[in-house]
Each structure stands twice: as C-alpha cells, then as structure tokens.
C-alpha cells in the first residue's frame, strides 16, 4: 500500500483544515488506519485510528472533540477533519496503515507527511 498525504497549509486558530491520505493497491480495506504527528525533536505521536471498516475510532484526549477520522474504502482515502485548531496542533501530520492502535510500531506502510500550521 503506497499512500499520500495531502490538505496541509497555514491556518489561523480556531480555524479548520481537511487532511486526506489517497492510498493505492486495492488492499487498503484491509486495514486499520491511523493519523499521527511530529513536531521537530520529539517523538512522532498517535492522533486518531480507525478501524478497516470505518465503524470503530479513537482519539487521542488532546484532540478529542475536535479532530474527525474517517475513510472511504471505494474512493481508498482516509480523511481528517481538524476543527478548532490551536498553536499546538502545529506539526507533520502523516497517515499510516495497519493494526486498530495508538503505537507507531504497530503501522506498516506510511505516507510522507503533510505541513500544517495554526497560528495565534
């Protein structure tokens, strides 16, 4: 599964941004999939997951409420929506696919990433 992040930009606070992740190979509802991000020195960290089906997710608590996942196995795409964004959520944001978790290890293919940037 090869996949492609896209929707990143600069937005003020509170604002909103839509992430998609176009994947290919026709595999892609076979697995989980997950929206993670980084910040120059740290470590990568979970934002969201959601399971081959689309009926199960999770958040992570600092975006619970505000952040969206969702897929379109037809259309091979995941999607995040991103409400009321804040400084803090500046950061990479990468899609991967995998197993339903919050851990990175637990991902086995990965996009390249995509810049987003709230500002105060």
């Known amino acids: 599964v090869q996949l492609q992040a896209s929707g990143g930009g600069l937005v003020q606070a509170g604002g909103s941004l839509r992430l998609s992740c176009a994947a290919s190979?026709?595999?892609?509802?076979?697995?989980?999939m997950g929206w993670f991000r980084q910040v120059p020195g740290k470590e990568r960290e979970f934002v969201a997951t959601i399971t081959w089906s689309g009926s199960n997710t999770s958040y992570a608590d600092s975006v619970k409420g505000r952040f969206t996942i969702s897929r379109d196995n037809a259309k091979h795409t995941l999607y995040l929506q991103m409400n009321s964004l804040k400084p803090e959520d500046t950061a990479v944001y990468y899609c991967a696919a995998g197993a339903y978790r919050r851990v990175v290890n637990d991902y086995i293919y990965w996009g390249q990433g995509t810049q987003v940037t709230v500002s105060s």
């Open positions: 190979g026709r595999t892609f509802s076979n697995y989980a």
